[in-house]
């Protein structure tokens, strides 16, 4: 134990003993209380003393009673304590050390200032050279950093820095562009596509990036057993041909509009087959080469260090280091004191004070979240009448204002962001047609992922005053996506509306065919592929809306509500670019010489793969 923990425990232990008061008690008594030796108590006590913190007068002979005075409160310990966690990197040990409530304030103002002097940009002089290093908190743990299995979005942005896809989508014009590839193109029937690679990109690792790299990739994604998104676009792949080293054509089962599009995802990020052979699939998860502007250099489970990589092909980020350090939610509290602390803020909301020094973007994405009926469930909601009025219950104005954020507004489509919401209901009326439906008591299940339990105790909340008896589980996300989230009547889940929202969208429809009647499954599939040869983005728009329908008029899909995502930054911040999850671009981000005293920070209040 280090020596500040044991003298917070002396003070625990004697809350009565104030600071400059002496105190009688025995070796025996202090042995005690440090759990440990006589002679261990002699040692630390000694080194307390040199430290100044207290005062111990030892009397020898057995019974005698010793002095202690104590010179140090504990608190300023603490924040000794708090400081040197966060110089070993255990930020969340500090935060965890400095919310004990007899703190004084003033005390966690000097901690949180001091602290604003550690974190966000700094610039030192290295061999004469300028330094900059970006070191922010996350409130995601990085679980894994395989672009394949990527759950949440603080990993799929990571994934976005250490790596690169053969094409980029442009959200301005909403086309495809050239990226590790320099051109391509498509046979007639759309289901053989050639890509030609640039010539001298390199991984971090040294080795230049060749055809049989991308085939490895395509390959090993065709060939993952585990349900992962976009996982119906592996399965199209019949085989990979290489004509020489920078050439290859993927033959697809069927036509797909959308198969570049899906090569555009951090889902088909390029890995090098030698690496990846060489370490295996675990390895590479925590310690994965790319050819993205950074490479990972640390990874455990209290953060990640990226250093820009001299040789990106795109040229070097202006950043030297960028560091992630895994933290808790910042309590609500702290919410200005937050967003002084640190430049950068995403989907954060911003107090109104801030207003003036501030600048808000408005990204393109949105998560709208929503309810799904499993109807391979024996039970009442078999029947129309009652999904229909089970629906009915969940009110969206209802949700909303539970919900109370600005960020927050209806949704009736996932493609149209205009929502018409019906008129609100007495409870009265509400009860009445829940009962009229033939729902007769029964209790239905609400299984979704504990990231979402606000969200579906609140769905409960409704259904209760409703009369619908209702039980929420929670399982962990690889469980979610099993078969074992078909064990409930209702579903809660999210979706990530992006650049990527066409795939999206024919990843969740396919995932709900799981869970559908065989008439709906079958109107669902023919969509869905009618979608997929429709080279028009209109026109693909038109058939997923028609699938939404479908879904919406039988009652098995329902939506709660969108969330707006923004992007919060001071002034002094340059370089401001989002990738596909509206996360700033680390490669993009440049710091302007300032000359008053701000302190320059970076924060992520991130919110998971929706």
Not at 29 to 43: E, K, Q, S, W, Y
Not at 320 to 333: F, T, Y
Not at 367 to 389: M, Q, S, Y
Request: with cysteine.
């Amino acid at each position: 134990m280090k020596l500040e923990s044991h003298y917070i425990r002396l003070r625990e232990k004697l809350p009565h003993v104030g600071e400059r008061q002496e105190y009688e008690l025995m070796l025996d008594d202090m042995a005690a209380i440090l759990d440990c030796t006589h002679r261990n108590v002699a040692m630390i006590l000694s080194k307390m003393d040199k430290q100044g913190w207290l005062q111990w007068l030892p009397k020898r002979g057995r019974g005698n009673k010793s002095t202690l005075i104590f010179l140090t409160p504990a608190e300023d310990v603490i924040l000794l304590l708090a400081k040197e966690l966060v110089e070993r990197k255990d930020l969340r040990g500090a935060l965890e050390q400095m919310n004990v409530s007899s703190i004084p304030e003033t005390l966690k103002e000097h901690f949180h200032s001091w602290l604003n002097g550690y974190f966000g940009y700094s610039s030192e002089l290295r061999d004469s050279k300028r330094f900059d290093t970006l070191r922010f908190p996350l409130t995601q743990p990085i679980l894994t950093l395989d672009p394949a299995f990527t759950n949440f979005s603080a990993e799929s942005h990571l994934v976005n820095q250490l790596f690169d896809s053969l094409v980029r989508y442009n959200r301005l014009t909403q086309t495809v562009e050239p990226h590790l590839a320099h051109a391509w193109e498509a046979d007639a029937t759309r289901t053989s596509w050639t890509f030609y690679l640039r010539k001298g990109v390199l991984f971090h690792h040294g080795k230049e990036l060749s055809a049989e790299d991308i085939r490895f990739t395509l390959e090993r994604l065709k060939q993952s057993s585990a349900r992962s998104l976009y996982r119906w676009v592996y399965k199209q792949i019949e085989r990979i041909d290489i004509s020489d080293p920078l050439t290859l054509t993927v033959h697809l089962s069927e036509p797909n509009e959308l198969f570049t599009q899906f090569m555009s995802t951090n889902r088909a990020s390029i890995i090098p087959i030698d690496a990846y052979k060489q370490g295996g699939e675990e390895a590479f998860a925590q310690s994965p080469i790319g050819t993205g502007p950074f490479k990972l250099t640390y990874h455990d489970t209290s953060m990640c260090v990226l250093d820009a990589f001299p040789a990106y092909f795109q040229g070097r980020a202006h950043l030297d280091r960028v560091e992630l350090w895994h933290v808790p939610d910042m309590q609500e509290q702290d919410r200005f004191r937050t967003l002084e602390s640190f430049q950068i803020i995403h989907n954060y909301r911003m107090p109104g004070e801030a207003e003036s020094t501030w600048q808000q973007v408005q990204q393109q994405g949105s998560t709208c979240k929503f309810v799904t009926v499993n109807l391979r469930k024996h039970g009442p909601l078999k029947d129309p009448a009652v999904r229909k009025a089970i629906c009915g219950a969940i009110e969206q104005r209802r949700m909303l204002e539970l919900l109370d954020g600005d960020a927050v507004y209806a949704a009736d489509s996932f493609i149209r962001h205009t929502a018409v919401q019906p008129p609100v209901l007495e409870l009265t009326h509400l009860r009445e047609r829940i009962k009229q439906s033939g729902y007769a008591g029964e209790r239905l299940v609400l299984c979704t992922i504990p990231h979402y339990e606000r969200d579906a105790l609140l769905v409960q909340t409704l259904l209760r005053e409703a009369g619908v008896t209702s039980e929420v589980v929670l399982l962990p996300m690889e469980e979610f996506k099993g078969d074992r989230r078909l064990e409930a009547d209702l579903l809660l889940f999210s979706i990530m509306l992006d650049n990527d929202i066409e795939l999206r969208l024919i990843d969740l429809f396919k995932s709900m065919q799981h869970h559908l009647e065989p008439d709906c499954k079958s109107a669902v599939e023919q969509f869905i592929g009618a979608a997929l040869r429709e080279p028009h983005r209109d026109g693909r728009a038109g058939l997923l809306q028609s699938i939404e329908r479908r879904l919406c008029d039988e009652h098995v899909l329902h939506y709660l509500y969108f969330k707006r995502l923004k992007t919060t930054y001071h002034a002094s911040v340059k370089g401001i670019s989002l990738d596909s999850l509206d996360w700033v671009q680390f490669k993009n981000i440049w710091f302007k010489p300032y000359s008053e005293p701000f302190a320059n920070r970076v924060y992520n209040h991130s919110s998971r793969r929706e």
